[in-house]
């Protein structure tokens, strides 16, 4: 069966470029959890893989496991270059910010304007690798801070003086505060959101826990964002969601390994028999075994509502 992408089965291809290309989308009313549309960019002749991502603010993880035939550093000129800009919304909270360390990326979700319809905004980010793994559960924005110093916590002192290199007690503000220009301070002590230096990092679990974001999209983020936000992070390598009554399931790889094979299996069946306890389905197996061998983070359509009436047994 082959991958179906959002809306009315068609996949939208870029024609042109935009380095001002932003991830906004209405939020969806009840029972409809799915936002965006894939998209496809032809690579040019000088092109890698990290920078088409860098150019539409994709992580790096996410566009190389999106396509994995193409060459991550030299993909062939005018080779097609699936986007996985479609995304199935986490269950949480619609409220504040909503962070998947699985997808590595996060979502955020503006107070509500009388008059105007309520907002989703969703950025790629890098979150802390295994042994410095981003603390799950809840959180607040306590202090945002512009043209931040950064004074190296102990962990990273001792990490890069094991390869010889010793850190300054205090970096400055500048190109050299891997930081960046913005800082976001959560009440969770030594955690951030914030910019950096280095963006083609962007999208892979490479920080000792911290949130890091392109420069672009911390400053629009810093720029929406109060004090007092409330902050969500989830662990969800498998979302499911519907769309004008089509079930589609969203599987990333998990961080660890004991959940990328028999525990992945069975987080599915326990979050498809919640489903099929809520609402009537017919299930695809052959779409969801797709789903769970591909692990591309892309929405697959694997069911449609139905009015059987008894519920589907997965």
Same mark, same amino acid.
């Given at each position: ?29 009840? !029972?409809? $959890?799915? %936002? ?13 893989? +990290?920078?088409?991502?860098? !150019? ?5 993880? *996410?566009? %190389? ?37 699985? $997808? ?50 102990? @962990?990273?002192?001792? *990490? ?8 300054? @007690?205090?970096?400055? /503000? &500048? #190109?050299?505060?891997?930081?960046? $220009?913005?800082?976001? !301070? ?8 914030? =910019?950096?230096?280095?963006?083609? &990092? ?6 000792? =826990? ?5 420069? $672009? ?8 964002? #109060?004090?007092?936000?409330? +902050? ?18 969203? %599987?990333?790889?998990?961080?660890? /390994?004991?959940?990328?094979? *028999? ?52």
């Amino acid at each position: 069966m082959r991958r179906l992408p959002i809306h009315l089965g068609l996949l939208c291809t870029l024609l042109l470029a935009t380095p001002a290309f932003a991830q906004s989308f209405a939020v969806p009313v009840a !029972r409809q $959890e799915v %936002v965006g549309m894939l998209m496809a960019v032809s690579a040019r002749a000088d092109d890698t893989l +990290v920078d088409i991502a860098r !150019r539409y603010r994709i992580g790096q993880d *996410e566009i %190389v496991i999106a396509n994995p035939a193409v060459d991550r550093w030299a993909p062939a000129d005018g080779a097609r270059v699936i986007l996985p800009t479609a995304y199935i919304l986490p269950r949480a909270r619609r409220e504040g910010l909503v962070l998947n360390v699985s $997808e590595m990326r996060l979502y955020y979700y503006p107070e509500h304007i009388a008059g105007l319809a309520d907002l989703v905004h969703t950025y790629s980010v890098s979150i802390g690798r295994q042994e410095f793994a981003t603390p799950l559960g809840t959180a607040r924005i306590v202090k945002k801070t512009k043209r931040p110093s950064w004074r190296p916590p102990q @962990s990273i002192v001792a *990490e890069r003086a094991s390869y010889g290199e010793t850190l300054p @007690s205090v970096v400055p /503000p &500048g #190109p050299d505060n891997p930081l960046g $220009e913005l800082v976001m !301070r959560l009440n969770l002590p030594g955690y951030l959101i914030h =910019g950096t230096n280095k963006p083609y &990092g962007v999208g892979m679990p490479v920080t000792h =826990g911290c949130v890091r974001m392109y420069p $672009e999209d911390m400053q629009a983020l810093y720029s929406m964002v #109060p004090v007092g936000t409330p +902050v969500t992070i989830v662990d969800q390598p498998v979302k499911l969601g519907w769309l004008n009554g089509m079930l589609y399931i969203e %599987v990333h790889p998990p961080f660890e /390994p004991t959940i990328r094979h *028999e525990g992945l299996t069975k987080r599915v069946t326990q979050l498809l028999r919640a489903e099929a306890s809520k609402r009537r389905f017919e299930l695809d197996r052959d779409a969801l075994r797709m789903a769970l061998e591909l692990q591309d983070g892309v929405p697959i359509v694997i069911g449609r509502a139905s009015k059987a009436r008894a519920a589907a047994n997965p």
